[in-house]
């Protein structure tokens, strides 16, 4: 014997054995068996010593002795018994058809004492019975979700496994008890959904109790045996609150307190639980000199340095609130501080603070301002001297001790520096400050802190999104350093510029398979009258999306093959284009419907379609009529993400080879006729059938033997035998005609 093992693949692989059989002869002759495999079948809850079936084997002719048999293998833990007398086969042991479903037993006949006995092969299927439960492999749970989840969300999967085949370990699952109606379940995959929104809901979580029932008669639920499943369901908080002050904007305290005195205490409530609604606090502006300290934690502001209300007598403070949410979300407010006057200065000067300003690159000598300051003492000490006392820039400025007027000794520079802090003093005299602003000329360009900008953005950005804050800085003051923006060159009506802020924004959707590249230069120009501007060039590069489907060159191709030819025979290549780039344009091919039994395959990276088996014209098959034709889908997809795709029909024609015989419909004709016929009278008629195609399957018939004397005529288009010749009974009783089908 030649055996043959092969396997199921696509193109199956297979190897050979040869196994020789010898024949002992043998003086006995054994109890043969009726069958040569007997197939029985037992619930696996049938009692001990339930009969199962019964087997028998036929003693030889003339045979005295009696058959007994015996089990001699396939029942290593002794689960069966049989009858040596009679053949019944009964159960021994109770049986379970999860343990084992089938049984293989060989079971032997024996005459007598003879040494020659014969054997059969025994099948017990074990019928599954429903007896056991389905079970959770846990007996609770826990998840949190989003209190914003929409309705249709899955947040749980239950799952239960019964050992149980069939309908006996189908499983359905229900909820047993919940505290809300916000949950439903899927009773055969177990997957719990959301049914409407919690948003509304103040429960922060919820108890379900699944169960579990399988599908057998009776069924048997999971709480007969364990608790149902127990899954908590808890609702996360979202940072949907900000934080909101409920201290008062206005506080005050008087010069003279000493360092870390209280001054405020700033508080903020937020509603939202956890991290979310916890609140630091924090100074973003109007603490440039440090004189205060807040604690972020318990939001008290305390001085951080002495206080002189003849230097500052009011404070604003911006002080924000932020919480701990991703993302955090925040409040300010503005905090005006009063500080309160003590009598610890002696009314010298006119003013405490004398303000001017004088223009830039001037002539030194020139008037600046002059002071003025009174002494309610008399005599000498009444007499007044003026000096600048030493600071930033002071050298710069010459007072006349006498009269207090301040000129210039050079000429300023008001971007070198644009205010001077001047102290001035009389003899044993408190101090004056004077604030003098030099006044600017438009001497300088407003300046881009690049040349070039060159920026990537996605092409699906939406119309009005910000892609680049431009930013140019102008060291002149007032109109002269106020600088504004806009755009010169070709946009193609994609970008704009706000000119104030200097933002580029898109106009208008972006297209990459369009315009890949977009270059024009910007422009920043001040307010003066002059217009100083300068330039930077934009390059704006559009980053691909997959917004674009692998499109076939036709949507309906059409190709022949011939029957017979050696699998992996190329048939057609079909090509589909994508506008898009890198793996978004990277097109993959593959057959979606049509192919069943594997007989084409297709090269996913260049689209060939070929064969895999070898084609039958006349073959046909229990998915399709024919076998001339197959109609396949193909697919071709992108690797964007999420990938795009498209299909395209191909059908493919099995072109016919001759490689059929004609057949006919019977292999003898017997005809009957009387000797009277007369000529020209009608036989009877062959027929042949050809299982090929067109000119292949046109048949033509011949007499090629049996006609010597001419008494007949074959049509050789339709078969029909014709009477050419009178017969006689006494001349021929019988004629054999041999017919050949080309």
Known sequence: LTVSA????????ATNAAITVNILQTALAPAIFERSRYSFSVPEDAPEGSPIGTIKAREPPNSLEVVSYRISSGDPHGRFSIDSQFGIIRTKKQLDHETQSVVVLTVQSQLGNSPVYSSTQVNISVIDVNDNPPLFLTRSDKVTISHTQPPGTA???????????????????????????????DPSLGVVNLTRTLFADKQQEYTLHIAAEDCGSPPLTSLLVLDSLAV????????????????????????????????????????????????????????????????KITGHLTTAQLLDREIQERFSLTILALDDGSPALSATQVLTITVLDVNDETPIFLKQLYETAVRENQDPGEFVIKVEAVDRDAGLNSLLWYEILPGSGYEKFKMNSDT??????????????????????????????????????????????NTQYQISVREDLDEGSAILDLFASDED?????????????????????????????????????????????AVASDCSTYLPRSTTVMTVLIQDVNDNVPKFEQSYYKASVWEGQSPKTDIIQIFAADLDSGLNGETEYSILSGNENATFLIDSARGILATNTVLDHENTSSYRETASSHRLVLLASDHGTPPMNSTATVLITVLDVNDNPPVFSSPEYHVHVKESIPIGSHITEVSANDCDAGTNAEITYAIISGNDRGHFRLNGKTGSVDLMKTLDYEDTMKFTLIIQAT
């Open 6 to 13: 092969r396997d199921g693949g696509g193109l199956p692989s």
């Open 155 to 185: 947040v749980y999967i239950a799952h239960a496994e019964d050992k149980d085949s069939g309908l006996n370990g189908a499983v359905k699952y229900s909820i047993a008890s919940k505290q809300s109606n916000a949950f439903s379940i």
């Open 232 to 295: 908590k369901i808890v609702i996360l908080d979202i940072n949907d609150n900000s934080p909101s002050f409920t201290s008062l904007p206005l506080s005050s305290v008087v010069e003279d307190v000493e360092v870390g005195f209280l001054v405020h205490h700033v508080i903020a409530k937020d509603p939202d639980e956890g991290r979310n609604g916890h609140v630091t606090y924090h100074i973003l502006s109007g603490n440039e000199n440090k004189a205060f300290v807040l604690d």
């Open 404 to 449: 207090g007027v301040l000129v210039t000794t050079a000429s300023l520079d008001r971007e070198t520096q644009e205010v001077f802090n001047i102290k001035g003093s009389p003899s044993r005299s408190s101090t004056a400050q004077l604030y003098l602003t030099v006044l600017d000329e438009n001497d300088h360009n407003p300046l881009f802190e």
């Open 477 to 521: 003051d007032g109109l002269n350093g106020e600088v504004r923006y806009s755009l010169i060159d070709d946009t193609f009506g994609a970008f704009a510029i706000n000119s104030v802020t200097g933002s580029i924004v898109t106009t208008k959707a972006l297209d990459r398979e369009t315009k890949s590249q977009y270059t024009f230069r």
